[in-house]
């Protein structure tokens, strides 16, 4: 396997620098980092289901070695987070590599078995690679070759492998939550395709709801249809109903995507009620109040025009925006890592399609550390996913060398 991969490698740390920090890019091991990555592959992990894929990484992470202590967190019922330390002497700072375990479901007509890795023409296959299951595979080995460098460390570094990402960040919350150890800086791995990504919107999820009176069709005039009531809250709803600041308008934000409907109990009959769910990528400045009052400011414009209409809203899950200044050293860190690993300057964007994720940077940066979203492969929710095998050395390489850079002894 490692010979196949060298011939799609680009720069060799034998190119750049070793005086440093940088030398630590060759001590990666790539069968571990590609074994790691092809292993995630074969757990669905789709919450609530992330226990099985956690009790794997517990054993990686004690297997590959380097590792001063491995942490199994438990968050609800058997769902753990996994925390890998690398220790420093103790006198800081420390950094965290954060990733999650967590899924979505396979989507589209896979013409391979998503939860059977395999490697073909420098890619390697499987569900939930990209986000972001090679990540957090990329970061186990970074941190495992920090551990086998001769460069002594002041700081730990600190492997979070999360349950629960989703919107709501439950996992990284958690860890925030219940950690008792100062945090520096963070890096999140989260799919940029090896960009740096400076911000991202915020997430607002809702279930709208219209109510109408159940008739068989022999009666239909008796009959309110929620069908229909529902059918003009979707011709009303689009991105314009919400209310922002233009000025602080960034990468193709705000959207709005309504993904599920359901209504009714049989073709015969007006429906009782109907229910659609969506989700609005924010801006700052928006928030709940904010965005609740603007479906509102719809819903009573219908009711002014049809006086049967009935109908409520409700928020479900909310995150909030995330942004890093581009001068910011934790910025700056990734950039100048990139730059030895890769040998050219790293891509910095707020575009899309990053700018519409949610990521649990939001949460790393309210608790007050520095953070910086960066990570292999550029998620797609195609079939047959894969990720290019060097984009996930690269990326093991610069998390290596930018950790290793923050948490060494600045005395040797």
């Known amino acids: 396997m490692r010979s196949q991969i060298k011939l799609h490698l680009g720069v060799s740390m034998t190119d750049v620098g070793k005086g440093d920090a940088a030398a630590v890019a060759d001590l990666v091991d790539v069968d571990a980092l590609l074994s790691i990555a092809a292993g995630m592959v074969r757990f669905p992990s789709q919450i609530p ?8 990484v517990v054993e990686r992470m004690r297997s590959i070695g380097g590792f001063d202590e491995v942490i199994v967190q438990p968050v609800i019922g058997d769902r753990v987070n996994v925390i890998g ?4 002497s103790g006198s800081g700072p420390n950094i965290v590599l954060n990733g999650h375990l967590d899924v979505g479901a396979p989507l589209g007509a896979w013409t391979r078995d998503p939860y059977e890795p395999e490697i073909e023409d420098g890619f390697l296959y499987g569900h939930g690679l990209s986000d972001m299951k090679g990540a957090v595979a990329a970061q186990i080995a970074a941190a495992s070759a920090i551990a086998r460098s001769p460069l002594k460390r002041s700081g730990d570094v600190v492997v979070t492998a999360v349950i629960h990402h989703d919107v709501c960040g439950l996992g990284t919350k958690f860890f925030l939550g219940s950690w008792d150890r100062p945090i520096h800086a963070a890096i999140n791995g989260e799919p940029t395709d090896l960009k740096i990504q400076l911000a991202h919107g915020g997430a607002w999820q809702f279930e709208l709801v219209t109510y109408g009176r159940a008739v068989h069709s022999s009666r239909k005039e008796d009959g309110i249809n929620a069908i229909t009531a529902m059918a003009r809250v979707m011709a009303a709803l689009d991105d314009s109903v919400l209310t922002h600041d233009p000025e602080l308008e960034f990468g193709g934000l705000p959207r709005l995507v309504i993904g599920q409907i359901e209504g009714g109990t049989s073709p015969s009959r007006t429906a009782e009620r109907c229910a659609i769910r969506g989700d609005i990528r924010t801006l700052p400045g928006m928030t709940q ?3 609740l009052a603007d479906l ?16 409520e809203v409700r928020g479900t899950v909310y995150q909030r925006p995330f942004r890093v200044d581009e001068a910011s050293p ?3 860190l990734i950039q100048s ?23 649990d940077s939001t949460d790393l940066a309210r608790a007050g550390i520095p953070t910086v979203l960066y990570g292999p492969c550029a998620w797609r929710t195609d079939p047959n996913e894969r990720v290019r095998v060097d984009d996930l050395v690269t990326a093991a390489r610069v998390y290596a060398v930018a950790a290793l850079r923050f948490v060494s002894d600045p005395t040797q």
């Open 337 to 359: 890592a990139h730059r030895d690993v890769v040998g050219r300057d790293p891509d910095v964007t707020d575009e899309l399609p990053v700018s519409a994720y949610v990521t």
């Open 85 to 88: 330390i690398v220790r420093g």
């Open 296 to 311: 509102e400011r719809v819903l009573e414009s219908l009711r002014a025009d049809h006086p049967d209409f009935k109908a």
């Open 49 to 56: 289901n992330e226990a099985a894929l956690g009790a794997f």
């Open 289 to 291: 109040e904010t965005l």
């Open 330 to 332: 934790v910025v700056g």
